[in-house]
């Protein structure tokens, strides 16, 4: 039966992962997720795509909302969580064309980011109803946090045995090692599927939980990151994607999902996934097309 074995968080977008035991569900997704990003002097989100050693940036939350950020170098700085209710500016952001308004961290931040980090500013985004889901995958009032598009992303541990067995085949001789989870930069790992089974999932519950799963994950470089030292290790896993798990018009890995409300439940966390909770698929689909929607 399936499981859930993996759980991921990235408190500032495109920075290092926590791996928590457990982890709260709000309608934006996991709890603390992608609330913070670095933008450039435009407002656009800045990612690894750009600065691959953003991976190396290790962040800690605290309970009052304060974030610490800590460089491979040691240096260190605690970040008071910015918001419109305490009169902190708003500044405009850009994630994918969407623009919206984010919270600006203290000007002691900013001169930390410039210095350790690079020409970047650091905003919150302190209400997370700003910014919606693509009205083309998501119904009306559905949210997302600063994630590229989608409140969660999953991924399943089967496929990703069956990519590293295509990349040895296509790649005899080359010696390299089996690409790691932490490439794909999941939310959720699922244990316990055939290869590429997520691919034809329509709607699943994890524990006690359900979630519209609504588009294939088209990859990107960053793919191609080590994710512990930030270096761009050539042109896997996308070159053996696009060959073999091409989904609209992109090399693909993984599902994203929005999560459903709970009947009877009104507030933000609609409630908690753990390892090893079951995973149910309650709707499947037709295998998403190689090419465009039509």
């Not at 409300?261 to 709707?283: A, K």
Request: glycine share 10%.
């Amino acid at each position: 039966m399936p499981q859930l074995t993996g759980l991921h968080v990235y408190p500032v977008k495109s920075t290092h992962r926590l791996s928590p035991d457990s982890a709260r569900v709000e309608p934006w997704g996991l709890a603390g997720d992608r609330r913070w990003m670095l933008v450039d002097a435009t407002g656009r989100f800045v990612s690894q795509r750009e600065q691959p050693s953003l991976g190396q940036l290790r962040t800690l939350p605290a309970e009052d909302g304060t974030l610490t950020l800590r460089t491979p170098d040691g240096g260190i700085v605690d970040v008071p969580a910015p918001s419109a209710a305490r009169g902190d500016r708003l500044a405009e952001v850009e994630v994918w064309g969407t623009r919206f308004r984010a919270a600006e961290a203290d000007d002691k931040t900013q001169a930390w980011i410039a210095e350790n980090v690079g020409d970047f500013r650091l905003v919150h985004l302190d209400d997370p109803r700003r910014r919606p889901v693509d009205p083309a995958w998501a119904g009306p009032g559905e949210s997302v946090s600063t994630a590229d598009g989608f409140p969660l992303l999953l991924t399943a541990t089967a496929s990703l045995t069956r990519l590293n067995e295509l990349i040895a085949a296509e790649n005899p001789g080359d010696g390299g090692q089996d690409l790691p989870m932490t490439r794909f930069r999941p939310n959720l790992v699922v244990d316990g599927t055939e290869a590429w089974e997520e691919d034809t999932w329509r709607r699943i519950r994890i524990g006690e939980l359900t979630f519209k799963v609504v588009k294939p994950c088209g990859r990107c470089v960053v793919t191609t990151t080590d994710q512990e030292t930030g270096v761009r290790t050539g042109k896997e896993p996308l070159r053996t994607l696009a060959r073999h798990n091409r989904l609209l018009q992109k090399a693909s890995f993984g599902q994203n999902l929005i999560p459903e409300r709970p009947e009877g439940v009104t507030g933000d966390v609609l409630g908690t996934l753990r390892l090893g909770d079951r995973v149910t698929v309650l709707e499947t689909g037709p295998r998403w097309p190689a090419g465009a929607l039509t």
